[in-house]
């Protein structure tokens, strides 16, 4: 099983919908992330959190919430999906004393038409 | 803009050759790492250079570090197949904690 795990991988929503996707870790680490990834851009990060009370805004976090309802659990919220916010999005989680390497999930192919 | 910026962005070899990547960064920095993604899947971590470190050995990667000049490069040495996917750098810079992600270098190993 993966460690990190993001549901839905595949989605395609229409304009002014509202999408969530979902993330948990096995890991048992604090910090969990969400980056977008698009052609030619690399990794942008939205937002991220360094335990459950803890949220912050990343580069990209316009049009975008987050909700770290667990330990394991984080996940992110297009309360209105406009067509720029198709991308991969991936989840990510670090932690303990080996904090600097981050562990991804397999991503969630976002489409929005 | 992004802290990492890789070159070059595409690299095709044939299997056997030896691959070099090169990152540049623009703030100061705890580590830098490089990370594999295979096409359409996560990320996965390769290797982390600390600040006070030169170079790394992992296997049949490489890793040099130039604080001097905010610049590093990964070598992988003897390349399969297998080997083609994205590279990316990522630094974490000394004055936070966030990663961040350079644009990648698409590498292309030929059978």
């Known amino acids: 099983d993966a460690d990190v795990t993001q549901t839905p991988r595949n989605r395609i929503t229409k304009t002014g919908k509202r999408i969530m996707l979902e993330c948990s870790q096995t890991?048992?680490?604090?910090?969990m992330y969400w980056y977008r990834q698009d052609p030619g851009l690399g990794l942008r990060l939205i937002y991220y959190?360094?335990?459950?009370?803890?949220?912050n805004k990343g580069e990209i976090s316009d049009g975008y919430s987050v909700s770290r309802q667990a330990q394991a659990k984080f996940s992110l919220s297009l309360e209105s999906a406009i067509p720029n916010q198709t991308a991969l999005y991936f989840c990510?989680?670090?932690?303990?004393?080996?904090?600097?390497?981050?562990?991804f999930g397999e991503g969630s192919w976002l489409t929005v038409v | 803009s992004q802290q990492g910026e890789e070159d070059p962005q595409a690299l095709s070899i044939q299997e056997g050759e030896n691959a070099t990547m090169n990152c540049s960064y623009k703030?100061?920095?705890?580590?830098l790492q490089w990370y594999r993604q295979n096409s359409g899947r996560g990320l996965v971590h390769l290797i982390l250079i600390r600040s006070n470190e030169r170079e790394k050995h992992s296997g049949r990667l490489r890793v040099t570090l130039d604080t001097s000049k905010k610049s590093s490069s990964l070598l992988i040495t003897a390349s399969r197949a297998a080997d083609t996917a994205s590279y990316f750098c990522a630094t974490r810079e000394t004055s936070g904690s966030r990663l961040t992600f350079g644009e990648g270098t698409q590498l292309t190993v030929n059978p």
């Open positions: 890991k048992g680490h604090d910090r």
């Open positions: 703030t100061s920095i705890n580590n």
């Open positions: 959190s360094f335990d459950v009370k803890d949220i």
């Open positions: 990510a989680t670090a932690g303990g004393g080996d904090g600097n390497t981050i562990y």
